[in-house]
């Protein structure tokens, strides 16, 4: 697990990268050269008892003052040649990283911060095909995607260090980048702009595949959710509806339908629990849904009383949500 | 001890001076007084006190965050934590330290008695204090900012961030505010106008120039965070205003964009006076004038203007129009060129005098290896693609405290040691001194060195926690180990300035043989200064000889009379005289601060501030001493 800007998977990630090391080798070598010629004055000083009375210099002679003049004078030219280039190439490299335009063709993600996790929506033409899901986006390899920044309370900001920089998410005023993977794996990503009591725990994975095997992703998270294959789940989904959890969740294909939770049409496919707190397993799930203040205090997740006996069958029923 | 060292002839009653510009004894003294030498040591002590405050807060988060899923603080606390820890260390530390500085040496510096509108300094220090005390008497009472401190809306909003936390916050800064403008007009007088007979703008110590850009800095920034907290924020929150509020039409940006046109040059307003205290520093243990004294006074006007034009660089990740990235990238960069130049100065200097080696010069040393590599770092955020990666990280952690720890405290702590002799007349221990530096600067290194590779790691900043396993662990554990070994410097700093105060050496009124004229009052200086202002013939006025140098006559010494010369060449004006100690500063400023206070719980308390504010203006100015000024 990694979300290290040096692990960079995407073009723009690369480019940043690459930029990184030139920076960082000149500007060692830069901070080497002047720590050295401090110490390196150290051969001229006092090397007698503090109290000792000092002749009175007060001036160089007028030919070292002149080569001094000199001396400074280089140095300063060289330092505005320096970071006159450093400027040219960052703004160069900044025109493709941080445009808000896409590549034409790209395919469209609006993801919307909430306190304190991702709305996913993948934009489409076709009504039919507009998918919304939740702290997981899937996205095919070497496709550039264009992403739709936008908030629903307080800001956040949109942060996959392994394929781009980050962007905030502001409300009201929609923000936009672009990124793109080069190779298949699965990145992790967290908010980066302090969002209050959670933001530590407002992660999300970006998970990029092959073009085929996205589609096949994508086509199956559109369908609606699985009916129930045995007796246990069946009694879960019952659970669920009854309970409070529709007031907040929508589980497609059936009367659940709130938009203020996570859609949990597939919540069984996705990787992790409350925006990457937890694993997404059995146990963790169970954890969360008893007590969501002990894991992640202050989320707005209610605390939905579940008699002890529907518990099984609930996680029955979310986890075959795949 | 040397020739320089030896006072000119001295024509003046020194009884008389004594007593008319002594503060009255006892307590009512003490409240009253307006010597420009208590209250600059003053605004020193309570700056230090906060600091000791902010850096306990700062020893919580690391306990907090040595190990993943630490519980040692709660979410809800951590924040209250970090919040408390930048607004202390900002307003209540680095600000108000440096202008305690500037009262204290300025006045000294030029020659003269005391700083223009002694009152209004009083005053300011009374608010500032008031201001500290309030946000802490809040936090006590459990209303704790929480959203940072930079409180961005919509969290730091009503809706988001209920109770009266974001509100302390927001109010507090009006005192320190209304503190750091009333030293800033002080200052800016006082250089301008107060200064020795002879000291033309081009022999005004640089330590003096550093103050004067940084209280017009002041003077221009500090009404745009006024603005930001006060009128935007606090409007938006006690009076339902729609500015910055989103869910009522308002943008939230143009608060980033406010708070940032303060808070970049705000940077700056901390660590311009100590690159002025490390000329200092250098120009008197090199034995010789400080290279370049033009370029280094151009460099620190650039600073000050280049400083107002870069503060979208913390905004590079809200995604602005191109044109304007490659503008800020510019500027950003821009900044480097003037810091440079000052360093080159100071290894001209280096370069070519007789370097004494003492406790001082240890701090520049450190300063130049820690702020230089801050340097590094802020050209590399200063470049928009980097900055999308660095942004919001623990790389930015590092990065500011490399500039604002090594580019301000330690200069100021290097200060702190050359000046020790003239604030108490005492000398510090070395040995202690060069073992809490050592302490200082490994300590620092282990805490914030490793903070750089966890931004580059992905760990952001203002997390309460982390999870393990990505690589994050280990840096954080040093990070927490350095944080004690600063605590253990610092503690061994304290012990060394206590004991040093009370069984010291006695030092002597010159004990560097330094190049200014705060060298030449007595150590501790007398209430009056000096016993005639001097006249300055020469950039190192102390460097002249004896034989060649002159003083002031004619000043009546049984009222407060001070010089005022004119602003380019500091030839006398007039005399002018200054108003004897009152307690009418203190009284306003307890009624504007009870008004203020209360305000953040009911509109009401605005017309409290106002009628008890008025009601010791009308006091403070009541026209009880003789006002003629004499050609």
């Given at each position: 697990m990694?979300?290290?800007?040096?692990h960079?998977?995407?073009?723009?990630?690369?480019?940043?990268r690459e930029?990184?090391?030139?920076?960082?080798?000149?500007?060692?070598?830069?901070?080497?050269?002047?720590?050295?010629?401090?110490?390196?004055?150290?051969?001229?000083?006092?090397?007698?008892?503090?109290?000792?009375?000092?002749?009175?210099?007060h001036?160089?002679?007028?030919g070292?003052?002149?080569?001094?003049?000199?001396?400074?004078?280089?140095?300063?030219?060289?330092?505005?040649?320096?970071?006159?280039?450093?400027?040219?190439?960052?703004?160069?490299?900044?025109?493709?990283?941080?445009?808000?335009?896409?590549?034409a063709?790209?395919?469209?993600?609006?993801?919307?911060?909430?306190?304190?996790?991702?709305?996913?929506?993948?934009?489409?033409?076709?009504?039919?095909?507009i998918?919304?899901?939740?702290?997981?986006?899937?996205?095919?390899v070497?496709?550039?995607?264009?992403?739709?920044?936008?908030?629903?309370?307080?800001?956040h900001?949109?942060w996959?260090?392994?394929?781009?920089?980050?962007?905030?998410?502001?409300?009201?005023?929609?923000?936009?980048?672009?990124?793109?993977?080069?190779?298949?794996?699965?990145?992790?990503?967290?908010?980066?702009?302090f969002?209050?009591?959670?933001?530590?725990?407002?992660?999300?994975?970006?998970?990029?595949?092959?073009?085929?095997?996205?589609?096949?992703?994508?086509?199956?998270?559109?369908?609606?959710?699985?009916?129930?294959?045995?007796?246990?789940s069946?009694?879960?989904?019952?659970?669920?509806?009854?309970?409070?959890?529709?007031?907040?969740?929508?589980?497609?294909?059936?009367?659940?339908?709130?938009?203020i939770?996570?859609?949990?049409?597939?919540?069984?496919?996705?990787?992790?629990?409350?925006?990457?707190?937890?694993?997404?397993?059995?146990g963790?799930?169970?954890?969360?849904?008893?007590?969501?203040?002990?894991?992640?205090?202050?989320?707005?997740?209610?605390?939905?009383?579940?008699?002890?006996?529907?518990?099984?069958?609930?996680?029955?029923?979310?986890?075959?949500l795949? | 001890?040397?020739?320089?060292?030896?006072?000119?002839?001295?024509?003046a009653?020194?009884?008389?001076?004594?007593?008319?510009?002594?503060?009255?004894?006892?307590?009512?003294?003490?409240?009253?007084?307006?010597?420009?030498?208590?209250?600059?040591?003053?605004?020193?002590?309570?700056?230090?006190?906060?600091?000791?405050?902010?850096?306990?807060?700062?020893?919580?988060?690391?306990l907090?965050?040595?190990?993943?899923?630490?519980?040692?603080?709660?979410?809800?606390r951590?924040?209250?934590?970090?919040?408390?820890?930048?607004?202390?260390?900002?307003?209540?530390?680095?600000?108000?330290?440096?202008?305690?500085?500037?009262?204290?040496?300025?006045?000294?510096?030029?020659?003269?008695r005391?700083?223009?509108?002694?009152?209004?300094?009083?005053?300011?220090?009374?608010?500032?204090?008031?201001?500290?005390?309030?946000l802490?008497?809040?936090?006590?009472?459990?209303?704790?900012?929480?959203?940072?401190?930079?409180?961005?809306?919509?969290?730091?909003?009503?809706?988001?961030?209920?109770?009266?936390?974001?509100?302390?916050?927001?109010?507090m800064?009006?005192?320190?505010?209304?503190?750091?403008?009333?030293?800033?007009?002080?200052?800016?007088?006082?250089?301008?106008?107060?200064?020795?007979?002879?000291?033309?703008?081009?022999?005004?110590p640089?330590?003096?120039?550093?103050?004067?850009?940084?209280?017009?800095?002041?003077?221009?920034?500090?009404?745009?965070?006024?603005?930001?907290?006060?009128?935007f924020l606090?409007?938006?929150?006690?009076?339902?205003?729609?500015?910055?509020?989103?869910?009522?039409?308002g943008?939230p940006?143009?608060?980033?964009?406010?708070?940032?046109?303060?808070?970049h040059?705000?940077?700056?307003?901390?660590?311009?006076?100590?690159?002025?205290?490390?000329?200092?520093?250098?120009?008197?243990?090199?034995?010789r004038?400080?290279?370049?004294?033009?370029?280094?006074?151009?460099?620190?006007?650039?600073?000050?203007?280049?400083?107002?034009?870069?503060?979208?660089?913390?905004?590079?990740?809200t995604g602005?129009?191109?044109?304007?990235?490659?503008?800020?990238?510019?500027?950003?960069?821009m900044?480097?060129?003037?810091?440079?130049?000052?360093?080159?100065?100071?290894?001209?200097?280096?370069?070519?005098?007789?370097?004494?080696?003492?406790?001082?010069?240890?701090?520049?040393?450190?300063?130049?290896f820690?702020?230089?590599?801050?340097?590094?770092?802020?050209?590399?955020?200063?470049?928009?693609?980097?900055?999308l990666?660095?942004?919001?990280?623990?790389?930015?952690?590092?990065?500011?405290?490399?500039?604002?720890?090594g580019g301000?405290?330690?200069?100021?702590?290097?200060?702190?040691?050359?000046?020790?002799?003239?604030?108490?007349?005492?000398m510090?221990?070395?040995?202690?001194?060069?073992?809490?530096?050592?302490l200082?600067?490994?300590?620092?290194?282990?805490?914030?060195?490793?903070?750089?590779?966890?931004?580059?790691?992905?760990?952001?900043?203002?997390?309460?926690?982390?999870?393990?396993?990505?690589?994050?662990?280990?840096?954080?554990?040093?990070?927490?180990?350095?944080?004690?070994?600063?605590?253990?410097?610092?503690?061994?700093?304290?012990?060394?300035?206590l004991?040093?105060?009370?069984?010291?050496?006695?030092?002597?009124?010159?004990?560097?043989?330094?190049?200014?004229?705060e060298?030449?009052?007595?150590s501790?200086?007398?209430?009056?200064?000096?016993?005639n202002?001097?006249?300055v013939?020469?950039?190192?006025?102390?460097?002249?000889?004896?034989?060649?140098?002159?003083?002031?006559?004619?000043?009546?010494?049984?009222?407060?009379?001070?010089?005022?010369?004119?602003?380019?060449?500091?030839?006398?004006?007039?005399?002018?005289?200054?108003?004897?100690?009152?307690?009418?500063?203190?009284?306003?400023?307890?009624?504007?601060?009870?008004?203020?206070?209360?305000?953040?719980?009911?509109?009401?308390?605005?017309?409290?501030?106002?009628?008890?504010?008025?009601?010791?203006?009308?006091?403070?100015?009541?026209?009880?001493?003789?006002?003629?000024?004499?050609p």
């Amino acid at each position: 697990m990694t979300q290290s800007m040096w692990h960079a998977s995407g073009s723009n990630a690369t480019l940043i990268r690459e930029l990184a090391v030139i920076f960082g080798i000149l500007l060692i070598a830069i901070f080497g050269i002047v720590v050295g010629l401090t110490l390196f004055s150290l051969r001229r000083r006092h090397r007698s008892l503090p109290q000792e009375t000092l002749e009175r210099l007060h001036q160089a002679s007028a030919g070292t003052e002149a080569k001094l003049r000199t001396a400074v004078a280089i140095a300063t030219g060289i330092t505005v040649l320096i970071l006159f280039g450093l400027t040219v190439v960052s703004i160069s490299v900044g025109k493709i990283v941080s445009a808000s335009m896409a590549p034409a063709g790209s395919l469209t993600i609006e993801v919307t911060g909430a306190q304190w996790w991702w709305k996913i929506r993948y934009a489409n033409d076709d009504p039919s095909r507009i998918l919304q899901t939740a702290n997981e986006i899937h996205i095919p390899v070497g496709q550039s995607i264009a992403i739709r920044g936008n908030s629903g309370d307080v800001i956040h900001s949109f942060w996959v260090p392994s394929l781009q920089g980050k962007r905030d998410l502001i409300p009201g005023q929609p923000t936009y980048e672009w990124l793109q993977a080069d190779r298949p794996g699965e990145y992790r990503g967290q908010c980066a702009e302090f969002c209050g009591l959670q933001h530590a725990h407002m992660a999300f994975w970006v998970i990029a595949e092959p073009a085929d095997r996205f589609n096949a992703w994508m086509d199956h998270q559109l369908e609606p959710a699985m009916e129930p294959a045995d007796e246990q789940s069946r009694r879960g989904r019952e659970v669920f509806l009854k309970a409070a959890c529709v007031l907040c969740h929508a589980i497609r294909g059936t009367g659940a339908g709130a938009q203020i939770g996570p859609d949990l049409t597939h919540f069984g496919s996705r990787k992790t629990i409350a925006a990457g707190t937890l694993v997404n397993t059995k146990g963790n799930l169970a954890g969360w849904i008893a007590d969501p203040q002990n894991i992640k205090p202050g989320t707005h997740m209610a605390t939905v009383p579940i008699q002890p006996a529907e518990m099984q069958p609930l996680i029955d029923y979310l986890e075959s949500l795949r | 001890m040397t020739p320089a060292a030896t006072e000119p002839h001295v024509y003046a009653d020194l009884d008389v001076l004594r007593q008319t510009w002594s503060s009255k004894p006892g307590l009512f003294g003490w409240l009253s007084s307006i010597n420009h030498q208590e209250i600059g040591r003053r605004y020193i002590l309570t700056a230090f006190i906060f600091l000791l405050l902010g850096g306990f807060e700062a020893l919580l988060m690391r306990l907090q965050l040595a190990k993943p899923e630490n519980t040692f603080l709660s979410a809800g606390r951590y924040n209250q934590v970090f919040t408390l820890h930048g607004t202390t260390m900002m307003f209540l530390f680095a600000v108000p330290v440096m202008e305690g500085m500037g009262i204290y040496l300025v006045p000294l510096m030029v020659g003269t008695r005391n700083v223009a509108f002694p009152r209004l300094n009083a005053f300011g220090y009374w608010m500032y204090l008031a201001g500290g005390l309030f946000l802490y008497g809040c936090a006590f009472f459990n209303m704790v900012p929480d959203a940072g401190w930079f409180s961005y809306p919509p969290l730091s909003g009503p809706q988001f961030s209920p109770g009266k936390g974001v509100d302390a916050w927001a109010q507090m800064i009006t005192f320190t505010e209304i503190s750091a403008l009333c030293v800033a007009v002080e200052l800016v007088v006082t250089i301008l106008r107060m200064r020795a007979p002879g000291m033309s703008l081009n022999r005004i110590p640089m330590f003096c120039w550093s103050m004067l850009v940084q209280s017009f800095m002041i003077i221009f920034a500090m009404p745009a965070v006024m603005i930001a907290s006060t009128v935007f924020l606090l409007n938006d929150r006690t009076l339902g205003t729609h500015f910055v509020n989103p869910a009522e039409g308002g943008n939230p940006l143009l608060y980033q964009h406010v708070f940032w046109f303060f808070g970049h040059p705000e940077v700056y307003i901390i660590f311009l006076p100590a690159l002025g205290m490390v000329s200092s520093i250098l120009e008197t243990h090199t034995r010789r004038q400080i290279f370049g004294y033009p370029a280094l006074v151009l460099s620190l006007v650039g600073n000050g203007l280049i400083a107002f034009g870069l503060w979208v660089h913390h905004m590079f990740a809200t995604g602005l129009p191109q044109i304007g990235e490659a503008y800020f990238t510019a500027t950003s960069m821009m900044i480097a060129i003037t810091s440079g130049v000052q360093i080159f100065c100071w290894l001209a200097t280096l370069w070519s005098g007789r370097l004494r080696v003492t406790t001082a010069v240890h701090f520049v040393f450190g300063f130049i290896f820690i702020f230089v590599m801050g340097g590094m770092t802020g050209v590399m955020l200063a470049s928009i693609p980097l900055d999308l990666q660095a942004h919001d990280t623990f790389f930015v952690v590092a990065h500011f405290h490399y500039v604002l720890i090594g580019g301000a405290l330690f200069p100021l702590f290097g200060g702190f040691h050359y000046w020790f002799p003239k604030f108490t007349g005492r000398m510090i221990d070395e040995r202690l001194g060069r073992l809490s530096f050592w302490l200082l600067f490994v300590g620092f290194n282990a805490t914030f060195f490793p903070m750089h590779w966890l931004g580059m790691l992905g760990m952001t900043r203002r997390v309460y926690t982390y999870v393990p396993g990505l690589g994050w662990d280990r840096a954080n554990m040093a990070a927490t180990i350095g944080a004690f070994i600063i605590l253990l410097g610092g503690l061994i700093f304290i012990a060394n300035a206590l004991r040093s105060r009370g069984s010291g050496a006695r030092a002597e009124n010159d004990p560097w043989e330094g190049s200014t004229l705060e060298w030449e009052a007595g150590s501790p200086p007398a209430p009056y200064n000096f016993p005639n202002l001097p006249v300055v013939t020469s950039r190192t006025a102390l460097w002249t000889p004896v034989a060649e140098r002159s003083i002031v006559v004619g000043l009546r010494e049984d009222r407060r009379e001070i010089l005022i010369s004119n602003v380019l060449d500091a030839e006398p004006h007039h005399r002018s005289v200054q108003p004897r100690p009152s307690l009418w500063p203190l009284l306003t400023a307890f009624g504007f601060s009870i008004g203020l206070a209360g305000s953040i719980f009911a509109f009401f308390w605005y017309y409290v501030a106002s009628v008890l504010g008025m009601i010791g203006l009308i006091g403070w100015f009541w026209p009880n001493r003789p006002l003629e000024v004499d050609p």
